[in-house]
């Protein structure tokens, strides 16, 4: 489902100099595989997870989804190939302000192949408990309820991968644990690939597989080094 | 859904910056369409208001001031024409008919005019003749009787059978009334001339009105002529203008009154050169208030982005955005032309008699708003770019 090769991302510091971020040699998630990344802040687990989504551009190397190599598409087929065959969960959750939580959803499946489908954004809605909520706009509602409207953006989709950037990072204990629960179970119904990158000892204990971001990203050892 | 909605939502998001700016883009857009309605709607309507009449003889002066005398019934006479020379050029070959009229005298602000009873046989345009109210005739030329215009009898809330006492001058003077006792024998049916403001007398009521001056009794203010054939305006304006030096000849009436235009048409221009300054503020408003709005909806447009909308979805929403106040703007903007047309055309009516149709097209009505949306998107091309170029990694969160 998913293949990094020698993915190297740099960035121009302040002062001038070019620091690596990203440099990860081998990656792979196999279809409706669940697999959890360990990284602290400032480790590149977010531009990684950017350079998979196609928001950043890689300085080199390469990223499969599906089959399809997003690196060497131009940034319109990038676009297309995201809202197609991804779904990411942020940690701020990432809602429109403006639009309802049913308009939230159903944007999130506008730009991909399918169109918005209206019935099957209220299912899913549905399905993280917020049949309720359709016409509320997210400032209404609480952190938690929040973060299930993203989880339902992210999946409504179809998508076959979905990245997960600390979708617990906002939530208490207790609401990060059910948020967890849901991604999990709402990716297995739709056998979807999930990617998870976190801190929380508590979030990467619940993964069986899982990895610390250091080790596979070349780029840490060698700051550490 | 996803355009509109996206733009929909952004307006709202926006609301009170929306309201001002399209009401910027109604007012430059009302103002510019109505600027130019009035200018070709009242060149038009004045030009062609001849009142069935060729040309007009009247004392040595201004042919502008004779006819805006004579056939709009405003300013001042310039003089008086002896009886003689009434006679003569009622007689003249050349001339198919000469309708004498005195001024000089008003009822509460509205002219009286003193003519005759032949006048009601001219068509005061093709093929329309005046018609008097049923219950109402002419007035006979030797009694004390009147007809008044639709306006005028509207105004004073005369009818038929009622009796009023003149005033002496033009401006009314509730001190210089006359002691003659007239008659309502008649009101006139709308003509949206300026006959319609005007209170007709027969010409010798007029001309021997208590305290008007005997030894001019015969005289009158202007003739009203036809003529028989194009080429005798040219032969009469060698007779009165170049070989003589006592009367005026001003014809062909149309094209004195364009003159006119011709004078005050840095008038409109100064009117259209506000409108387009109000127009290209407004567009620079568009501008900067999208413009602004631009750091706090980054996150949003990023987050588009990553959810898969394309860079020229979000150029595409920016500047449909814009387009969008323009076309509020616009469609609010026929409003403000409507207002602001009907409150210029009953001042000209109320001033002059002449109507100006405000249900008439022109071009304006749609190039205006056309080029108000236009505009307006031209405007949101800088703020949509600016929305292009968000980076979406780094406008989501810090990378860690």
Redesign the interface.
């Known amino acids: 489902m998913l293949a990094v090769s020698e993915l190297k991302k740099s960035f121009l510091s302040p002062e001038g100099d070019r620091v690596e971020i990203v440099n990860v040699a081998t990656f792979a998630l196999a279809a409706g595989e669940q697999f959890a990344l360990r990284g602290e802040s400032g480790s590149g687990k977010t531009t990684f997870l950017n350079l998979i989504a196609g928001i950043l551009a890689p300085d080199s190397g390469r990223v499969a989804i599906d089959g399809v190599e997003m690196s060497a598409l131009n940034e319109p087929k990038r676009d297309r190939l995201r809202a197609e065959k991804l779904g990411y969960i942020f940690q701020t959750f990432n809602l429109l302000q403006g639009f309802t939580v049913l308009e939230n959803v159903m944007l999130g499946m506008s730009f991909g192949p399918r169109g918005a489908d209206k019935a099957h954004a209220r299912d899913m809605l549905e399905r993280v408990g917020l049949a309720h909520r359709l016409h509320h706009f997210p400032r209404q509602l609480s952190t938690g309820q929040q973060q299930r409207v993203a989880v339902a953006r992210a999946l409504a989709n179809r998508p076959k991968l979905v990245l997960a950037d600390e979708p617990t990072g906002n939530l208490d204990r207790k609401h990060g644990r059910e948020a967890l629960a849901l991604i999990r179970e709402v990716c297995r119904e739709h056998q979807a690939a999930l990617l998870l990158v976190s801190h929380d000892e508590d979030v990467l204990g619940q993964f069986e597989a899982r990895q610390d971001f250091g080790v596979i990203n070349r780029a840490v050892q060698e700051v550490a080094r | ?2 355009l509109p ?2 733009i929909y ?2 307006l ?2 926006h609301a009170l910056s929306t309201l001002v700016t399209a009401s910027g883009i109604a007012l430059a857009s009302g103002l510019l369409m109505c600027v130019w309605m009035v200018k070709t709607q009242a060149q038009a309507t004045f030009t062609q208001t001849t009142s069935g009449f060729d040309a007009v003889l009247g004392a040595r002066g201004s042919k502008l001031q004779l006819v805006l005398n004579a056939i709009f019934h405003l300013e001042a006479s310039p003089g008086n024409v002896a009886a003689a020379d009434y006679e003569m050029v009622r007689k003249h070959p050349l001339i198919k008919t000469a309708i004498p009229i005195a001024v000089g005298d008003n009822l509460r602000g509205f002219r009286l005019v003193g003519t005759a009873p032949e006048l009601f046989d001219v068509q005061y345009a093709p093929g329309k003749k005046f018609t008097v109210r049923a219950g109402g005739r002419i007035f006979a030329g030797d009694a004390k009787e009147a007809v008044a215009g639709s306006f005028a009898a509207q105004r004073l809330k005369l009818k038929v059978g009622d009796t009023f006492r003149p005033f002496h001058g033009l401006a009314f003077d509730p001190k210089a009334e006359h002691a003659d006792d007239f008659v309502v024998t008649g009101i006139l049916e709308p003509t949206n001339t300026p006959v319609d403001r005007v209170v007709w007398l027969p010409l010798r009521g007029l001309q021997t009105m208590s305290g008007h001056d005997p030894k001019a009794a015969t005289d009158v203010s202007a003739v009203l002529l036809q003529l028989r054939t194009p080429i005798a305006g040219l032969q009469m304006d060698m007779m009165y203008n170049k070989q003589g030096n006592r009367l005026t000849f001003a014809y062909p009436v149309g094209a004195i009154v364009a003159e006119l235009f011709g004078k005050i048409s840095w008038f409109d221009q100064v009117l259209a050169l506000v409108a387009y300054l109000v127009a290209l503020v407004a567009a620079g408003s568009v501008l900067a208030s999208i413009y602004n709005s631009m750091s706090a909806r980054r ?2 447009l990023a ?11 979000i150029f595409g929403a920016v500047l449909s955005e814009a387009a969008c106040i323009g076309a509020l703007g616009a469609v609010v903007g026929f409003a403000v032309y409507f207002v602001l047309f009907i409150g210029v055309a009953n001042i000209i009516r109320a001033q002059t008699g002449v109507v100006l149709d405000v249900t008439a097209f022109h071009p304006v009505l749609w190039i205006s708003p056309v080029a108000m949306v236009a505009l307006c998107a031209l405007g949101g091309v800088v703020p949509a770019l600016k929305a292009y170029r968000t980076p ?2 780094e406008t ?5």
């Open positions: 859904m996803t909605l996206i939502r952004s709202r998001q996150r949003d987050i588009l982005r990553a959810l898969g909308a394309k860079r020229r979805t979406v990694a989501l969160a810090p990378a860690s």
